[in-house]
């Protein structure tokens, strides 16, 4: 052991951190799919997602998507695959995830949301969604239109 070894120093989160996980779960009820309208912060208010938030350290991804649909929505949900790759958004610091869902128990109320609405395969246009889901919006259309 050197007798002075070098000290750890703090380094900020910021320049460590790579993009933190944000999960998404587009839930299905047969072809369609809940969206949600954000009603916070200011600048993404009116704007559409899918339920879910970011990954708190420990949790799974399906553990994530499971505690977020139960506070946003009050709903149990079942977690499937996932609707597309890791997608770029919040200018570059989340990478957002989508997995389809299902609704296991209960049935949503926007408890955190502007509104929810559940929109066909040919309705998926008729909202104004977070630019960085514009992808995970085009592969389930697709999906549910095949
Ligand atoms: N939940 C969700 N967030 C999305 C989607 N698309 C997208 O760009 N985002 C962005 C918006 C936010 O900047 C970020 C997720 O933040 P959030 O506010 O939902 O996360 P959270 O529930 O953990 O919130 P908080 O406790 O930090 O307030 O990811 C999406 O489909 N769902």
Request: aromatic share 6%; net charge negative.
């Amino acid at each position: 052991m050197p007798r002075n070894p070098p000290r750890l120093r703090p380094v900020s989160e910021a320049s460590t951190a790579g993009p933190r996980v944000v999960v998404g779960a587009a839930i299905l009820d047969g072809r369609a799919v809940l969206a949600a309208a954000r009603a916070y912060p200011p600048e993404l208010a009116g704007l559409w997602e899918f339920p879910g938030g970011k990954l708190e350290p420990g949790e799974t991804e399906a553990e994530a998507l499971r505690r977020e649909c139960r506070e946003e929505l009050g709903v149990e949900i079942e977690v499937g695959e996932r609707v597309t790759g890791d997608l770029a958004t919040g200018g570059g610091r989340f990478l957002l995830r989508v997995y389809y869902a299902a609704v296991a128990r209960g049935e949503p109320h926007a408890k955190e949301h502007a509104e929810l609405r559940w929109l066909l395969p040919g309705e998926l246009d008729s909202v104004p969604w977070l630019p960085g889901n514009r992808p995970a919006v085009d592969a389930l259309r697709e999906a549910l239109d095949a």
